[in-house]
């Protein structure tokens, strides 16, 4: 599968971004969202089953964030809301064979390149 992110930028700490990852390939993965602060390691942030109906999140994210997807479109989305400083990363999609909602990269078969998210205070 290839993934394509885009949508990062800059906002204001309480503000909102869309993230998008456009897949190609063999596009009937469950699906993620990791972030990547500097100097950290790459941590979950969302995950969705392949029909869309589950998802799971973070506990830092929970109740800000929505992962969805369109599967006719071949997209998955993450909607983040009242955005923090501490949500600045790079954030990156990835694609899994498979089921279930895994939270650890080594879960995750292929990435996209990330896109940035700086949120400032």
């Known amino acids: 599968v290839q993934l394509q992110a885009s949508g990062g930028g800059l906002v204001q700490a309480g503000g909102s971004l869309r993230l998008s990852c456009a897949a190609s390939g063999r596009t009937s993965y469950g699906m993620g969202w990791f972030r990547q602060a500097p100097g950290k390691e790459r941590e979950f942030v969302a995950a969705i089953i392949r029909s869309g109906g589950t998802s799971y999140y973070a506990d830092s994210v929970r109740g800000r964030f929505t992962i969805s997807r369109d599967n006719a479109k071949n997209l998955v989305y993450l909607q983040m809301n009242s955005l923090k400083p501490e949500d600045t990363a790079v954030y990156y999609c990835?694609?899994?064979?498979?089921?279930?909602?895994?939270?650890?990269?080594?879960?995750?078969?292929?990435w996209g390149q990330g896109t940035q998210v700086t949120v400032s205070s």
């Open positions: 990835a694609a899994r064979p498979g089921i279930g909602l895994p939270t650890t990269t080594d879960a995750y078969a292929d």
